[in-house]
Nanobody, 120 residues
Framework: VQLQAFGGGTVQTGGSLRRACVAS????????MSWYRQAPGEQRDLVAG???????NYADSVKGRFTISRDNDKNTLYLEMNNLKPEDTAVYYC???????????????WGQGTLVTVSS
């Protein structure tokens, strides 16, 4: 599976950004998909996840501001980020969890990280 992420950039505090991550080489709909972020000098942390049946979970720090979604017809994962804060500045990564489907093991993958900078 390959993941290609789009979006990112620089935005002012309170602004919004939308990230997209396009998957190929797998059956996108069967994977739990996630967004992670890594700030300078910090570990990589989960931001949000969405299962194959569209259940979502969020880090406490982004609840109410970020929305994860997926479009299985377009093999695309999204992250809508609103009311951005300087502490949201990080490199953001999309990820596909490995999974089993129809007795077949499907590998997971990481997309390339892209920097989101929130200026104060």
């Amino acid at each position: 599976v390959q993941l290609q992420a789009f979006g990112g950039g620089t935005v002012q505090t309170g602004g919004s950004l939308r990230r997209a991550c396009v998957a190929s080489g797998t059956i996108f709909s069967i994977h739990t998909m996630s967004w992670y972020r890594q700030a300078p000098g910090e570990q990589r942390d989960l931001v949000a996840g969405i299962t194959s049946d569209f259940r979502t979970n969020y880090a406490d720090s982004v609840k109410g501001r970020f929305t994860i979604s997926r479009d299985n017809d377009k093999n695309t994962l999204y992250l809508e980020m609103n009311n951005l804060k300087p502490e949201d500045t990080a490199v953001y990564y999309c990820a596909a969890d490995p999974t089993y489907y129809d007795a077949t093991y499907y590998l997971g993958a990481w997309g390339q990280g892209t920097l989101v900078t929130v200026s104060s």
